[in-house]
């Protein structure tokens, strides 16, 4: 096959290497009849991937990176029944058994059983099971009748494949964080974060039916492409009080929905990093009784934490405003499986374009590095990498 990946190599640092070729295997050797080896045809950069590059995560440097992954079956195990050589499918970034009792209520993102250390499992990232990541030529998915999302049409799908790589993670976990927030039709809502997940978010509360979709941050750039697709930007740089800022645009400093698409790294007006920030501005500025979907990841330990209590992922939180408000917080990673089926209609149907909307770019593998480093320093992008050369034809 001759495959090759994304490596992280320490703190700050990417490659593109020479890796091994996926077996129908698992990470403990043994072998797995349920699995496929895919082709990857799209595999894209997700802002989680560069807080391990930075260094803010226990990664060890030899991981292969990358969890959202679309490709082609071209080899499957005795046991797989649904699918067929040549198939176009979704990989959601959830490794999933479908058997455990997580799995069989709908929360793949915590499964039981595909990861020794703790419930869920992911593609190429930290303590999510030893499952090697797709930012690469070829991948191994394992447990492939549950976890896959075939396309119905091959040409069709190559044609949307921009918007459908967005199927892996970023679109459904901006959809969940709409929905758990609870955004419906006429709902005022407010997105900190104007990154890709963020974007993901309010085009999903925008489709949802919110009457008013605001997104915050500090960078120009991604500010300037939110207003171009749609959303009322908040300009953080002009000011510590968020709520007053809200009230210009609708008149309350109140929203209906908040959504947390920044995570840890949050910062606050002063430069400095402050991992509590967002979740305390979520809690002030949602009326009471409201929502609060909170996609933005959080750690269990960070290594670049600001204090000993982050790096272990205690956070000053006032929890005591959002009791207070009668608030509902909700949290971890995405079941992408609850959502990818009918986003993947959407798309098809052309009622969401999202890869205009998060401004996908379309690069090679081998140019993964620059790739990298354009979006650490806050490019209004989202990168997908394209290792067969096949989106461009």
Known sequence: ???????????????????????????????LEHAVILKVVSTNICGSDQQMVRGRTTAEPGLVLGHEI??????KGADVEMLSIGDIVSVPFNVACGRCRCCREGDTGVCLTVNPARAGGAYGYVDMGGWIGGQARYVMVPYADFNLLRFPDRDRAMSKIRDLTMLSDILP??????WKAGVSVGSIVYVAGAGPVGLAAAA????LGAAVVMIGDFNAERLDHARRVGFEPVDLTRGDDLPEMIAQITGSPEVDAAIDAVGFEARGHSGGEQPAIVLNQMMQITRAAGNIGIPGLYVTEDPGAVDDAARHGSLSMRFGLGWAKAQ????????????????????????LPIADIVNAQVISL??????????????????VLDPHGMLAA
């Open 1 to 31: 096959m001759s495959n090759r990946g994304v490596v992280y190599t320490g703190p700050g640092k990417v490659e593109v290497q020479n890796i091994a070729d996926p077996v129908l295997a698992g990470p403990d050797g043994r072998k």
């Open 328 to 351: 509902s917080l909700h949290t971890g990673q995405t079941p992408v499986l609850k959502y990818n089926r009918q986003l993947m209609q959407a798309i098809l149907h052309d009622r």
């Open 366 to 383: 081998e140019d993964a590095v620059q790739g990298y480093e354009s979006f650490d320093r806050g490019a209004a992008k989202k990168f």
């Open 173 to 178: 976990t901006g959809f969940h964080g709409a």
């Open 204 to 207: 999903s509360a925008r489709i």
């Open 70 to 75: 679309t490709g082609e079956v071209i080899e």
